[in-house]
Nanobody, 115 residues
Framework: QVRLVESGGGLVQAGGSLRLSCAVS????????MGWYRQAPGKERELVAR???????SYALSVKGRFTISRDTTKNMVNLQMNSLKPEDTAVYYC?????????WGQGTQVTVSS
């Protein structure tokens, strides 16, 4: 069973930046894609960004142009650079290993954006 450990969350003011990291216990190439999801209080978990095995990326419309997903294949890590943060970005952010959909989850890291 793959283990995912997120880090980098915290409290930031609106307009600020944070960088989330996800350490993966196995090769990220074992999965069809790696994703970052988020869940705000009272809301369903939603996909924020995804990076496919071939390196292509996709983003939710709400974060496109502000967030960037990347990977370090030598360290088996997936990162999420978040710029121009807004209060509505406040949520617990989860890393997911995906095999045609999420199959394993990290424990999550809290991101809070103050106005």
């Amino acid at each position: 069973q793959v283990r995912l450990v997120e880090s980098g969350g915290g409290l930031v003011q609106a307009g600020g930046s944070l960088r989330l990291s996800c350490a993966v216990s196995g090769s990220i190439f074992s999965f069809t894609s790696m994703g970052w999801y988020r869940q705000a209080p009272g809301k369903e978990r939603e996909l924020v960004a995804r990076i496919f095995r071939n390196g292509l990326t996709s983003y939710a419309l709400s974060v496109k142009g502000r967030f960037t997903i990347s990977r370090d294949t030598t360290k088996n890590m997936v990162n999420l650079q978040m710029n121009s943060l807004k209060p509505e970005d406040t949520a617990v952010y989860y890393c997911a290993a995906e095999t045609f959909g999420p199959s394993s989850w990290g424990q999550g890291t809290q991101v809070t954006v103050s106005s």
